[in-house]
């Protein structure tokens, strides 16, 4: 089988005596040359659809030949390049068919840098995405490719003003909620993430996923205790069988002066449905040991120390209550 760069060379000395004699006998009509641009552009594609590269090539020149700044062609182009192997051609078609037309070509050009995976690479993608915004500033999905690219960037500011752009557009909605959450999240701001998850729960009071969010983050910000097991009560209200939940909420009664036999009933059911969890064994021999039982105590955290998926701040806390206990 030929390589790719061969069948390249070859075409590209056809091309130019071919564009050549094209340009020479075709009709000055722009009727005429619309009706040839459209004919070679879609036999163009069906090529590249049955790989057919050399043939594309060759029909895509004669489209660019008709109309060299006609983004779609150029993307064709582009499309073409990549599939043979030559990647930095194939950015730089991209680039033009960007250049050509950022409102609706700007897809496989910021792929394309993005797959470069530098930091020069990143800034230029977050800037095309940028002047796509100006060309179409009410495209819902170039807002949201310019929200991940903030957000990957770390541009959190920039992030929560694209974020607003997109509420424009669409409305206030749980997927608005999830991405002021994020932002916020990592941006180190828990309480205005904590008030984008109430302005959604306002909306909807029962959807558990955002009940959850809050409760995290109640739990990041060490939020007061009758705050922290009413939010609880209400989430295993509605999901009565959250091992996760079930297990924080007999951890926090454990160590916050509560309920120990309620937080002995919660901890037990989390062993029960997932007896090799080192979090919830380190749990259950600890309200074991608050209630006297030190023996029981001491095997519930041997066997937690015993996990195969055991993290090392697991351990460090399972080794500090045994140390304690002894």
């Not at 990647?87 to 993005?114: G, H, I, N, S």
């Amino acid at each position: 089988m030929k390589s790719g760069k061969y069948i390249l060379g070859r075409v590209l000395g056809l091309i130019v005596l071919s564009i050549f004699i094209f340009q020479f006998s075709l009709s000055a009509q722009t009727t005429e040359q619309q009706q040839q641009f459209s004919y070679y552009w879609y036999a163009a594609k069906q090529a590249i659809d049955q790989e057919r590269y050399a043939d594309a090539l060759a029909l895509l020149e004669f489209c660019r030949a008709i109309k060299p700044n006609d983004g779609q062609t150029l993307t064709f182009l582009g499309v073409l390049y990549d599939g043979i192997g030559e990647k930095e051609l194939a950015l730089e078609t991209f680039r033009q068919a960007f250049e050509a037309d950022p409102r609706d070509q700007w897809y496989r050009y910021v792929y394309a840098l993005l797959e470069q995976r530098t930091e020069e690479a990143q800034k230029t993608a977050v800037q095309a995405m940028e002047k796509a915004q100006k060309a179409a500033p009410k495209d819902e999905q170039i807002a949201e490719q310019l929200l991940r690219l903030y957000i990957s960037d770390q541009q959190w500011k920039k992030a929560v003003k694209t974020q607003d752009k997109l509420d424009k557009i669409r409305g206030f909605d749980a997927m608005s909620a999830l991405n002021r959450y994020r932002i916020y999240a990592m941006w180190g701001k828990p309480k205005q993430a904590i008030a984008a998850i109430d302005q959604y729960l306002e909306q909807d009071p029962s959807d558990v996923r955002f009940l959850l969010f809050r409760l995290e983050l109640m739990e990041q910000t060490h939020a007061k205790s009758s705050d922290l097991r009413a939010m609880y009560e209400r989430v295993l209200t509605m999901d009565p069988h959250n091992l996760m939940v079930l297990n924080n909420y007999a951890y926090h009664l454990a160590t916050h002066g509560g309920d120990l036999k309620k937080a002995e009933q919660m901890s037990a059911l989390t062993i029960r449905e997932d007896p090799d969890n080192a979090v919830y064994l380190d749990t259950y021999g600890w309200i074991m040991h608050l209630q006297g039982q030190n023996e029981l105590a001491l095997f519930y955290l041997k066997r937690a120390l015993q996990s195969a998926n055991l993290t090392d701040t697991s351990r460090n806390e399972i080794e500090k209550h045994i140390n304690s206990i002894k």
